[in-house]
């Protein structure tokens, strides 16, 4: 099923009063839908469209199809400040000061991540409703500078998915369910559903979500983005609700891997080899590039495994030479060692961030404070699924803990020394190749989700290990999404353009 027909054919409701100027002129000038960030620029270069004309057309779509019609639930706030700034970027693009790559393009991020418009960043708990920043993160600081517009905040598994072990991706006591972008009974993944869902409809030209494990490549597999997972620590944690420092980054998720190249060039704060390739796609070819192809996991979809098989024949066809590897005996040792972990690193990391936040916008100050939060405000916050996570991190010690630094060493050498680092050591392989997950299972608030039609052990072990990951769309399997997964070297992003 095509995107562009099943968005414009979901129906549509009056705008509230406050946007009816918006709409009118949303529907005088451009229509944005499936536009690329390049797409956009050429637009806004020729006179097709201005910003302030742009940003009206994605808030009239959010309020037609996202807050009222489908109510698809993925953008939870929209920034007053926007349709000022894009003003301003005008102007400035009238007087031929241009801010290179993104002038003038509306862009969500994700509601984890902080910025210094007037709304909150609440990671979808109503315990940081009131938190105001007065600063950007400095990953939204390096969009602005740019040329990017922050629209506005996406819906996101509250505290990045991160409380509960039945939790329902893209549900926040804030926003609600979020919805798949092809199917609203489909889960959006998480954590970053919002982002995935808001980018996929067309709400904005692209979004940033964040990343521990499979929280921009599952949902942008799910919803038939490009999602890019950098390298850890080339992309700055500040500013950033954290699980894990260890784990945690935050990447783009858009329509093409030139935008996700392009993007991604703007907020690592260190170069990784991406624009090499990214802002023109023909003139990369791929003869001779050895990729190492993974097994399709035993509980993908059947279509799944074909829609594999056809993009290992397509990359073959472009000059691809396909190795056949095995995955190692330590991806089967992963699961356990990182959650205890992660669960041993939350705990100083929240604790740290909680105490970062203003007093008088909210009271938390440490995870004891929001276990006992959520107990309080159990009929809005507990109502679908618990906080079993929350309460084991709780329970955890130091991180000089035996237990701790036993976990990192199996994850060490599972996921990296004897994991990733040895498949990309094999017969002069340069990248890795696996199915993604999907198709979309269907919103489950009872069991939560369910295991994702097969999850590819590369992008664990990439995330485990901080390597960069990309999921790009392969094709549909009855009108639902399904990618694939390149995973490349720590540092050596750009190989995945």
Not at 140 to 168: D, H, M, P, Q, Y
């Amino acid at each position: 099923m095509d995107r562009r027909r099943f968005i414009q054919a979901a129906g549509a409701l009056s705008l509230a009063a406050a946007l009816e100027e918006l709409k009118a002129a949303a529907e005088r000038a451009f229509d944005p839908t499936e536009q690329s960030v390049s797409a956009l620029q050429q637009a806004l270069a020729s006179g097709a469209v201005t910003s302030e004309g742009l940003t009206a057309a994605y808030v009239a779509r959010i309020a037609r199809f996202d807050h009222h019609g489908p109510e698809y639930r993925s953008v939870l706030a929209l920034n007053a400040d926007a349709p000022a700034a894009a003003r301003a970027l005008d102007a400035e693009r009238k007087a031929r000061k241009l801010r290179r790559p993104l002038h003038g393009v509306p862009i969500i991020v994700k509601d984890n991540i902080e910025t210094c418009d007037p709304i909150a960043t609440t990671a979808g708990s109503l315990a940081l409703a009131r938190s105001l920043r007065a600063s950007d993160a400095p990953l939204v600081g390096r969009l602005r500078a740019a040329g990017a517009i922050v629209l506005g905040k996406a819906n996101l598994s509250e505290w990045a998915n991160f409380r509960s072990t039945r939790s329902s991706s893209g549900w926040s006591a804030v926003g609600g369910q979020t919805r798949n972008a092809y199917a609203r009974d489909r889960n959006p993944s998480g954590s970053s559903a919002g982002s995935g869902v808001a980018a996929a409809a067309s709400f904005c030209a692209a979004a940033i979500g964040s990343e521990t494990k499979g929280s921009i490549l599952s949902p942008s597999s799910l919803n038939g983005l490009v999602g890019l997972k950098p390298t850890v620590g080339a992309v700055s944690g500040q500013g950033v609700v954290p699980i894990s420092p260890r784990q945690d980054t935050a990447g783009p998720m858009c329509r093409t891997v030139a935008d996700a190249a392009l993007l991604a060039a703007v907020i690592c704060e260190r170069p990784l080899g991406f624009g090499t390739h990214g802002t023109d796609l023909e003139a990369f070819r791929l003869r001779g590039v050895r990729i190492g192809a993974m097994p399709v996991p035993r509980e993908a979809h059947p279509d799944t495994a074909r829609l594999f098989a056809d993009a290992r024949a397509a990359l073959e066809h472009e000059g691809a030479v396909i190795v056949d590897l095995k995955p190692p005996a330590g991806f089967d040792e992963m699961d356990a060692p990182e959650l205890e972990a992660l669960l041993y690193e939350f705990k100083p990391a929240i604790n740290a961030y909680l105490g970062t936040l203003d007093s008088s916008q909210v009271d938390c100050r440490t995870l004891a404070d929001l276990i006992a939060f959520n107990r309080a405000h159990a009929d809005a916050e507990l109502t679908v699924f618990g906080q079993e996570l929350f309460e084991m991190a709780e329970a955890r010690g130091p991180l000089t803990d035996p237990a701790y630094q036993k976990a990192l060493a199996t994850l060490q050498r599972t996921a990296d020394t004897d994991g990733l680092a040895a498949l990309l050591g094999q017969q002069g392989v340069e990248v890795l190749l696996a199915s993604s997950n999907g198709p979309a299972e269907r919103i489950d608030e009872l069991w939560g989700d369910r295991a994702g039609g097969g999850w590819p052990p590369i992008a664990s072990a990439a995330a485990i290990a901080g390597y960069p990951s990309l999921t790009v769309p392969a094709g549909l399997v009855s009108g639902l999404p399904v990618g694939i997964t390149f995973v490349g070297p720590r540092n050596q992003d750009g190989l995945l353009n």
